[in-house]
C-alpha cells in the first residue's frame, strides 16, 4: 500500500470511529477499531491506559447526553497519525459527574490527534473546550473578555428613569418607596446640590425624597423628548 493510500485508510478508520462508534455508542466499532491497549493523553496531562476506560467514557457520556453527536470539520493525516477538529452537540439528560440533568444544550469544538498502526488506534490526545461546557450547562457564570463591563440596556435605563420620575410625580405614598427598592441597589449614591449635598445608601434617600416634596407645587416629571447621553 502506497503512502497516499495509508493516509486515506488511516484517515477513514478514524471517521468510522466517530460516526459508527462514538455517536451511536457502538461498542463493538470501538472494539473493532482501537487497540486494547489504548493510551489516552487528556487535556489535563493525565494519561489513562487501557480501552475499558475509554468504553466506559463513551457509556457515560450517552446517560448524561442521549442525543449527543460528534461532526468531523476537518481532517488531515501526516505518518502514522490523524489530525481531527469536530464540533460536538448534545442535551443533558441525565447525570453527569454528579450534576442532575436540566434540560441545557452545548455546542461545542474540540481537536483530537490519533496515532493509527496496523489498522487500528493505538495512541490519541484530545482537547475539548470543557470550561464551554460548564458555562453551557449552567454550572459556571459566562467569562467576559478584556474585563469591561456588558454594553448597557439603553431602553432598560430609559425606561428605569422614567419610572422613578413617575414614582416621585405620584400621590401614592407607596409607589415611591417600592420604585427605589427595585431600581436602586442599597449603596446608590445620590450626588446632589445645597437640598441633597450627598445622599449614601438607597435607605437614606427614600427617607430624604419624600421630606422635599412641601417645598415644590408641582411634582416633578420626565418630558417627553427625554433621552440619556449616548441613547441618540
Do not use: C
Not at 484517515?11 to 482501537?34: F, H, M, Q, T
Not at 439528560?93 to 481537536?111: E, I, M, V, Y
Not at 410625580?169 to 437640598?195: C, K, N, Q, Y
Amino acid at each position: 500500500m502506497n503512502s497516499v493510500n495509508l493516509l486515506e485508510r488511516n484517515k477513514a478508520i478514524v471517521r468510522r470511529a466517530i460516526e459508527e462508534g462514538w455517536n451511536p455508542a457502538n461498542l463493538a466499532v470501538i472494539d473493532e477499531l482501537y487497540a486494547t491497549d489504548f493510551v489516552f493523553h487528556q487535556e489535563s496531562g493525565e494519561v489513562v491506559r487501557g480501552l475499558d476506560f475509554f468504553k466506559t467514557w463513551i457509556a457515560t457520556i450517552h446517560v448524561a447526553f442521549p442525543d449527543i453527536r460528534y461532526r468531523i470539520e476537518a481532517m488531515y493525516a501526516e505518518g502514522d497519525k490523524v489530525a481531527t477538529r469536530y464540533t460536538v452537540r448534545g442535551t443533558h439528560q441525565g447525570d453527569f459527574r454528579g450534576l442532575p440533568a436540566n434540560g441545557r444544550s452545548f455546542d461545542l469544538t474540540g481537536h483530537l490527534i490519533h496515532r493509527v498502526v496496523n489498522g487500528g488506534k493505538t495512541e490519541g490526545w484530545g482537547i475539548w473546550d470543557r470550561l464551554g461546557l460548564l458555562i453551557q450547562l449552567g454550572v459556571m457564570p459566562p467569562i467576559r473578555l478584556g474585563g469591561g463591563s456588558p454594553p448597557p440596556d439603553t431602553a432598560a435605563n430609559i425606561a428605569a428613569t422614567r419610572r422613578l420620575f413617575e414614582a416621585l410625580s405620584s400621590r401614592d405614598p407607596e409607589v415611591l418607596p417600592t420604585a427605589i427598592d427595585e431600581l436602586m441597589i442599597p449603596e446608590f449614591v445620590t450626588h446632589g446640590d445645597a437640598l441633597f449635598p450627598l445622599v449614601y445608601g438607597r435607605d437614606a434617600l427614600r427617607q430624604a425624597i419624600p421630606g422635599s416634596r412641601p417645598l415644590f407645587r408641582t411634582p416633578p416629571r420626565p418630558s417627553s423628548g427625554f433621552s440619556p447621553k449616548g441613547a441618540r
